[in-house]
Structure formats: structure tokens, C-alpha cells
């Protein structure tokens, strides 16, 4: 499972996708940021579904490719971001995403996308498709990442 830093999970369905997630989720504090890197349709809303279970936050995580932006309240909080249709980090930097940099969860899809976002210490979780199969790669850098990976790994 572990390879390098790393935790590779495959999972068969949106119902394993989450779960994964929601064990992610639940060690996670205000200030950590998720970078969600995967091609359309690849479950990085799915993925964000779960990560709102495990933080038990308010309210339903659904695509917000066309708000840009979703706040659920909760403790912590997560802010749940989509940077698909947006033309660069300074349009999420425009709608206050700086405001919860620190105080929220931050999960962003199309990450890559907004790299000038990313703060020093980042959890990226990259999702690849093989036919009905996903391949989700869990990595990160920074002290945070080598305590939530040695909690995961337990
Ligand atoms: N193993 C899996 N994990 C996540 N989603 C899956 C999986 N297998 C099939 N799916 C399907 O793939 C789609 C993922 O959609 P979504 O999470 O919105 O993707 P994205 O946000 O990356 O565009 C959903 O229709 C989901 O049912
Ligand atoms: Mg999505």
C-alpha cells in the first residue's frame, strides 16, 4: 500500500471512493489543503463527498464547478473549490479563498490548475481511471502529510 511516501488505493466504485476518503477526512484539521488532480469524471467530487463525511460538516458536497466555490460549516470547516473553469488562481483569490486558507479544510479539484494557491504543505490526491477502476494516489509534503500517512497506514 505505502510506496515511497505514497498510499495507492484502488477502489471499484464511488462507494469505496468515499470511504477511503472519509478515513482521510476524519484526521484532518483547519489549515490543510487538498489538491484533487484527475480528468473529468475521474471522482474528485466523489472523493470530496467522502472527505465532508469524515469532517462531518453541514450541508450536501455537490460539484462546484459552476459556483467556483462552497463553504460548509462545521468543525473544521470545509471549503470545497473547483478550479475547471476558472482562468487562473487570482479568480479564486477574487471570491476570498485566501479568507479560509487557515481556518478551513481546503479541497480544490483541478488543483494543478491553481498552483500558485497551493501553501507549503500540501496532501495531493491524484485519481487515474483504468476501465471502471480508480487508482487514487494519496501523497504530500510537509510534516502534516508524514503524521496523517502514518495514521492511515495503522
Ligand atoms: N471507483 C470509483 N470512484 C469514484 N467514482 C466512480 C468510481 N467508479 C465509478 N465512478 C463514477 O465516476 C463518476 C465520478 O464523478 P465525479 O466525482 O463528479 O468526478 P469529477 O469530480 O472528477 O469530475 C461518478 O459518476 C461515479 O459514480
Ligand atoms: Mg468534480
Given at each position: 500500500m505505502s510506496n515511497s511516501g505514497s498510499i495507492v488505493v484502488w477502489t471499484d466504485s464511488p462507494g469505496q471512493t468515499r470511504e477511503l476518503a472519509a478515513r482521510l477526512g476524519?484526521?484532518?484539521?483547519?489549515g490543510d489543503f487538498v489538491?484533487?488532480?484527475g480528468p473529468l469524471g475521474?471522482?474528485?467530487?466523489?472523493?470530496?463527498?467522502?472527505l465532508a463525511t469524515g469532517l462531518r460538516v453541514e450541508g450536501n458536497?455537490?460539484?462546484?464547478?459552476?459556483?467556483i466555490m462552497r463553504y460548509h460549516p462545521g468543525q473544521p470547516a470545509l471549503c470545497h473549490a473547483d478550479a475547471y473553469r476558472i482562468g487562473g488562481a487570482d479568480?479564486?483569490?477574487?471570491?476570498?479563498?485566501s479568507d479560509f486558507l487557515d481556518s478551513a479544510v481546503v479541497a480544490v479539484e483541478w488543483?494543478?490548475?491553481?498552483?500558485?494557491?497551493?501553501?507549503?504543505?500540501v496532501i495531493t490526491v491524484?485519481?487515474?481511471q483504468t476501465n471502471d477502476a480508480r487508482v487514487i494516489t494519496i501523497s504530500g509534503r510537509g510534516k502534516r502529510w508524514q503524521q496523517?500517512?502514518?495514521?492511515l497506514e495503522q
Open positions: 476524519q484526521r484532518l484539521k483547519p489538491a484533487l488532480i475521474s471522482g474528485k467530487t466523489c472523493f470530496v463527498q467522502g458536497v455537490t460539484s462546484p464547478t459552476f459556483i479568480e479564486l483569490e477574487d471570491i476570498g479563498i488543483a494543478e490548475r491553481v498552483r500558485e494557491l497551493w501553501p507549503a504543505e491524484q485519481i487515474d496523517i500517512r502514518a495514521e
